[in-house]
């Protein structure tokens, strides 16, 4: 029901009245997106890295129906790209594949992000792909691998441990050197094909975490990336890390802004490589709720964030 009513939500103008104009309200959506221009969220990241935390970029946007639109967001990504390296800001960008053309096949998402990852790497930066719903699993990774044929590095993919499939998944990319950012997965997904309660998620993201210390996956350097604000998982990698002699470069943990910012501050205080989700655009009101919606847990990260915690 409650996830039912952030969609809702989401699609309401007179709610959207309210949250862009009510002040209070403003503010407490602005902790969580960086703002409506590319010019802010640059102020943004600036302030992160400042305090030594790298950042990811994305212009969040509404579902493409056409290829027109495509090209227009595939410009805004570039232009991104070209502003990071201006500004000096360390820093990447993340993309959804149906943002950029999947919708219109497998094919011309390829060539879309492609082209993309051709300019991060002009730039000596990366692309980072999310991942959708399960309908899209295969296509999205089909496009992965290609770009690792193409491009041999510089692309990272998010999985999402949720899904039985994951582990097969996440073993062919670590053969490949590849990068995975794990996810628990923000979908509704039915228990044919995930795991539904937190305990078992958890559980099963260690799994795979786990496959990324065996001997094959650390000759190849294949490259973790832990996308999680819970502290069962980030204290489970550091620990175990650390038992391994694995350093604190070698891996990396992703939060989103805003969210438990005092512990994204103490482990890159730390030594650790913490990169921080940084959204901005027109469409940020829509991608506040939908965050919500997506898995209704945030309302509780929402509120301790609020808090200071």
Same mark, same amino acid.
């Given at each position: ?21 009510? /002040? ?13 221009? !590319? ?14 935390? @790298? ?5 969040? /946007? ?121 996810? @628990? ?11 539904? /309660? ?59 802004? /805003? ?47 609020? !808090?200071?915690?």
């Amino acid at each position: 029901m409650l996830r039912n009513f952030f969609i809702k939500l989401s699609a309401s103008n007179s709610t959207r009245r309210f949250v862009t104009h009510f /002040g209070p309200a403003r503010r407490t959506a602005r902790r969580f997106v960086a703002g409506e221009t !590319l010019d802010e969220a640059v102020r943004v990241v600036k302030e992160l890295n400042r305090r030594g935390l @790298k950042a990811i970029l994305n212009e969040v /946007g509404e579902s493409v129906t056409t290829q027109a639109e495509v090209s227009q967001a595939a410009a805004a990504f570039h232009q991104i790209l070209r502003r990071i390296d201006a500004e000096g800001l360390d820093a990447d960008i993340s993309l959804k594949p149906s943002h950029v053309g999947l919708t219109f096949g497998p094919d011309f998402c390829y060539e879309t992000i492609a082209d993309i990852v051709e300019t991060a790497r002009q730039y000596h930066n990366m692309v980072e792909i999310d991942m959708e719903g399960s309908p899209d699993v295969d296509a999205t990774l089909g496009v992965y691998h290609r770009l690792l044929d193409t491009f041999g590095g510089g692309v990272r993919l998010a999985i999402q441990s949720y899904l039985y499939r994951t582990p097969t998944d996440v073993q062919r990319i670590i053969e490949r050197g590849g990068a995975v950012r794990l996810v @628990k997965g923000a979908y509704q997904e039915p228990p044919e094909i995930a795991y539904q /309660g937190k305990q078992e998620i958890n559980e099963a993201s260690i799994r795979v975490m786990e496959l990324f210390f065996t001997p094959e996956a650390r000759a190849k350097k294949a490259y973790l990336i832990l996308g999680s604000h819970d502290p069962e998982l980030i204290e489970w990698l550091v620990r175990e890390t650390q038992a391994r002699g694995i350093g604190p470069r070698e891996f990396e943990i992703q939060m989103l802004l /805003g969210i438990r910012r005092d512990e994204q501050q103490r482990l890159a205080d730390l030594g650790y490589q913490v990169r921080v989700y940084v959204p901005f655009g027109s469409a940020w009101y829509p991608y506040f709720m939908r965050r919500l919606a997506e898995r209704p847990a945030n309302v509780l990260f929402m509120g301790r964030a609020m !808090l200071g915690k």
